[in-house]
Each structure stands twice: as C-alpha cells, then as structure tokens.
C-alpha cells in the first residue's frame, strides 16, 4: 500500500489557491509536486524576465502552500540528471509511488499528451481536472461552437455577457450595445498621450532577486533583460496590480486601447495579462472589480466595456479555439509561407522605427500590447511572408504572459491567418500609414510611411502592396477586403511592378532592413 494518496501536480502557470487540484486535499495523505526544468525555458529560447517570472511566482506559490502546513515536493533548476519536466516527473512518481496523479488540466496540448502517455506507462490512475480558473470549460467551449461553421469572438461574447450577467439591464446589454469597439481606435494626435499614470511596481524580494541571479547565469545567452523586472509575483501583488489598474487607467483604457507612442510601453493598459496566466487572478474577479468601477465610481461603459471584453470574449475565446484547434493549428500554413524570422526580431537592430520600438521594450520588459503584437510585429511577419512556426516560437519566447493555449491561437490565427480564417474574417494587413495614425513611430524614421517605392519607401508598405498584390483574387473574394482589392487596381501597371521589384529585393535581405 502506497503511503502518497495523491501526489498533486501543480504546473508553473497554475498558482491558483482555489484550484480544482486542490479538492479534498488531505495533507496527512496527499503532497504537492512543484517541478522546474530548464527544457521549458529551452524548447523555445525564452526571455529572461519570462523565466524569472515563473520561477519566482512558483517559489513564492510553494512557500504559501507550504504556510498552510502542506508538504511540498519542490523540484528545484539543475537538481538531478534530466531538465526535462515529463522525465522528472517520471522519476517522482517512481519515488512516491502514489494511488493518483492530480492535475488541473495542462496549459499546452503536447504537455497533457505526454503526461497521459507517462501515466499509462506508469500505470498510475490520472486524475485531470477541469481548470475552473476559466469561465468556460472546454467542453462546454466545443458545445458552443458546433453550432457554427466558423466560431466567432463576437457571438461567443454575447453569450458569455448573457451567460454570466456582466454588464447587463435584464436581458439587454447595459447602455443598449453589446460592443463599444468603434470607440475604441483612437490615436493621440500631435500632442502624444501626455501625462499617463504609471503602473504600480513590484520591486524584487530576496526569492525573486536569487531567482534572477540564477537566470543570468543559467541562461546566460537567452534574449531579454531582467533588469527592469517588477512584475507581480503574488497574489497579494496581483490584487494590488488589479486595484492598481482600475483607480488609475481603466478610465481611459477604451479610447487609446489600439494607440502606440514611443517610451510608453504600457499606456492605459491593464498588465494584468501574466498575473492571470499564472492564475494569480481570476478573470472573474477581475472583471467584477472593472464593473463595479463603472456602476460605483462611473466610469465610462465603452471603456469598462472594451476591458471586459477582453477577458470574457477574447481571453475565453482564445483558449476555446485552441483546445478545439490542436493539433492542426500548430501546422496551420495557410499561405505556404517559408521564409526565416529576420535576426532582428531578437535584437531590435533595425531601421524600421517601428520594430524597433515594439521589439526593444519586448525585450526590455517582455511585454507590448495588443496591438503592437498584432499591427506591428504580427502583421511584418505576415507580410514578410515568415513560416508561421518560426513566429509562433518568437511569440512563445518573449512575452512574460506567453503560454501556449494563448499566444498560438492569437499568432497563427490573428496576426498571421495562417489558418486560412477559421475564427477571423480577413487577414489584419495595413500600411505604414496605419502605423502613422496610431503611433509617432514614423517621425523620425528612416523610412517613409507614404512611399511605395524607391530607397526611402516603408518596408510595411511596399510590402502590403505586394501581398495584395499576390492574393488579389483572395481580397477580391472577401466582402470584408473587396475595397483593398478595388485600391490595388487603381494603381497604374508600372506602378505595380515597381512595388514587386522593390517588394523582392526587402524580401531577399530582410535582415539589412
Ligand atoms: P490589456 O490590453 O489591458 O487587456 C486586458 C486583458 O485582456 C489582458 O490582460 C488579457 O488577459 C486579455 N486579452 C486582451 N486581448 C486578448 C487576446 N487577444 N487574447 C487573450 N487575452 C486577451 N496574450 C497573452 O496573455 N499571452 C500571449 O502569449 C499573447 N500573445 C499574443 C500574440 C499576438 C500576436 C497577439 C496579437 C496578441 C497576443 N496576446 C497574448 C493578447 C494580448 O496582446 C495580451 O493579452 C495583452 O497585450 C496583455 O497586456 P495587458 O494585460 O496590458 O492587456
Ligand atoms: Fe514603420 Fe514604415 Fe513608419 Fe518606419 S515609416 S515607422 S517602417 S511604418
């Protein structure tokens, strides 16, 4: 007889005090396995702030469990022979011997398959539970979306708005519409965003302080800085962030949600983004205290709005495709792109201003908003004509909120339709005119937004002619990108193939742009 009755496997984006893991747990009976291995950090080449993260979020996780009298078995970086999670865990079952394994169900398709297969092999009875964090199950997600031939966010958001009560009169959604989106595009003009307050930070305690020490040496050659980490690595911290966030950016955060200006990496953004992906927060909690803003202090409803839909609509989503998506999405190529990521994408060294802004502070902090992932970076790749995987890989490594059933579906199937438009209507590709209106990123710039061709022409521009261009019977088709279809043919043939020209030769020296 086996002295472990369940050995409770928490993951490190799964630090949720109420977990469903945690069920019946019997402290007399049961531990809890913690586990870190470098060959997360190193199956994709991960920022350092991003491991650092984790690694201090987990250490902190362990002591609270610890605090509640529970015993840990707490896997440390380099402590034994293989830094591969799946092999450590083989080890640990070995060693405890227990009745069950009990885990919540895993962020990432290949870990929940690896993990079932170790369990069969072991013959040790898995115990996978729902992850309750989620306002939807997975099943409850697949259900929904069978009724459609391609799911959309928008029909999925009422549904959840309805489901759940939030920001509703009776069966009418609170101020007459469901979606306040159209207010939500404005850029700053001249003048620049002015005085924005700046987000709460979170100095490093001793355990994140040895933590980063031990990044640094450890992955000494991965990209990123930690110098400026000050992300919240607790609960407690996390609802100061929350708090932080409602009393003094959720006002604004609908009308400049899609604006870029350089220096302000944050802007009226939540940075909630990590703290929920470990779990620190719930999105439930998150979302009732932007509510509670709006019917208590009266905040406006396009701003509360646009944040809630975020997290009930696009968050929820998101991991729904995923989980009903993999593994296809994983492959998904709709235009049979091949190219290689330019090397800047991992330094910044460009000329383009603005990669190098979106690009300098992901690696400076790990982070750039929506927009600057989607409209920047994203649509580049896209327009580049990257192989999906090698930015997909990019994404996973650089963002300290990156988790997989999060950032693929938004990679492969926002920013780069590599699938061809299964929950999306059209591929979001812009010129640099776009980036102009939104952001200052042009001033200043080698490249000239308007310009199509010639020395000075905007690489995102030529290069969004030319994927016209090349997929004009596509956008022709699309009732949603006839008129870009309509612009390309007014342009003069000599017009046309001079964009081409220019077109190939930024294709074939990427990294000199
Ligand atoms: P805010 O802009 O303040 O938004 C509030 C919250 O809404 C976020 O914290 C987040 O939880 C949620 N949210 C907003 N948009 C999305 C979305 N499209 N999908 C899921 N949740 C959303 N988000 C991640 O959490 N991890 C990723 O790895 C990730 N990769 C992305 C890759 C690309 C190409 C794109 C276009 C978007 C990606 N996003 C990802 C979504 C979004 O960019 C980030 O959630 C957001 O920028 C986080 O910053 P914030 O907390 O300040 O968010
Ligand atoms: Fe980016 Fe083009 Fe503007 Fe330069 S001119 S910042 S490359 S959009």
């Not at 700053?188 to 100095?203: A, D, I, Q, S, Y």
């Amino acid at each position: 007889m086996s002295e472990v009755r369940h050995l409770v496997l928490v993951l490190g984006d799964q630090l949720d005090h109420a977990s469903a893991a945690f069920d019946c747990f019997d402290p007399g009976r049961d531990r809890v396995l913690m586990i870190e291995a470098a060959g997360e950090s190193t199956h994709v080449w991960s920022h350092k702030a991003r491991t650092a993260l984790f690694l201090s979020a987990m250490r902190h996780f362990a002591d609270a469990l610890r605090g509640r009298g529970w015993t840990v078995d707490y896997r440390a970086l380099g402590d034994g022979d293989s830094e591969e999670l799946v092999d450590i865990l083989a080890a640990r079952l070995r060693r405890h011997a227990p009745c069950k394994l009990v885990l919540v169900e895993p962020g990432e398709w290949r870990l929940e398959r690896a993990i079932r297969a170790l369990c069969e092999r072991e013959r040790v009875a898995l115990d996978l539970r729902d992850d309750l964090h989620f306002m939807i199950s997975r099943t409850g997600f697949a259900d929904w979306a069978k009724k459609y031939r391609q799911p959309r966010m928008e029909f999925f958001y009422r549904m959840m708005r309805e489901r759940h009560g939030v920001l509703m009169d009776g069966d009418e959604p609170a101020g007459g519409r469901w979606n306040f989106d159209a207010d939500n595009r404005s850029g700053f003009g001249r003048k620049g965003p002015g005085l924005v307050p700046p987000p709460l930070r979170f100095e490093p305690d001793a355990i994140t302080r040895e933590v980063i020490a031990e990044v640094e040496v450890r992955f000494a050659d991965h990209p990123g800085s930690t110098a400026d980490f000050d992300w919240p690595v607790t609960r407690e911290q996390a609802l100061a962030a929350l708090a932080d966030f409602v009393s003094h950016r959720l006002e604004l955060f609908g009308h400049h949600q899609d604006a870029m200006w350089t220096g302000q990496p944050w802007l009226w953004h939540a940075r909630l983004s990590a703290a929920m992906n470990l779990k620190l927060l719930s999105p439930r909690e998150v979302v009732a205290a932007a509510v509670s803003a709006w019917r208590e202090r009266g905040l406006p409803l396009q701003s509360v709005e646009g944040f809630v839909r975020q997290v009930i609509g696009w968050r929820e989503f998101i991991r729904g495709m995923y989980w009903l998506d993999m593994p296809r999405m994983r492959d998904a190529n709709h235009y049979g792109h091949a190219r290689a990521l330019p090397r800047w994408y991992w330094t910044g060294d460009t000329g383009m201003n603005c990669m190098r802004a979106a690009i300098g502070q992901t690696l400076r902090h790990g982070y750039a908003h929506h927009i600057q992932r989607l409209m920047v970076t994203g649509q580049f790749a896209l327009l580049a004509e990257i192989a999906p995987q090698q930015v997909e890989d990019w994404y996973l490594a650089v963002y300290v909120d990156a988790v997989e059933w999060v950032e693929l579906p938004n990679v492969a199937g926002m920013a780069l339709y590599a699938d061809g438009g299964r929950f999306t209507s059209k591929p979001y590709v812009a010129s640099g005119a776009y980036i102009q209106r939104m952001s200052n990123y042009c001033d200043g710039c080698r490249y000239t937004p308007s310009a199509r061709s010639g020395e000075a022409a905007c690489p995102v521009t030529v290069l969004y002619w030319h994927f016209l261009d090349r997929h004009e019977a596509e956008f022709a088709a699309n009732p949603r990108t006839a008129l870009m279809a309509k612009n390309l043919q007014k342009l003069a043939p000599a017009e046309r193939t001079a964009i081409s020209e220019r077109a190939k030769q930024m294709l074939d020296g990427l990294d000199d742009l």
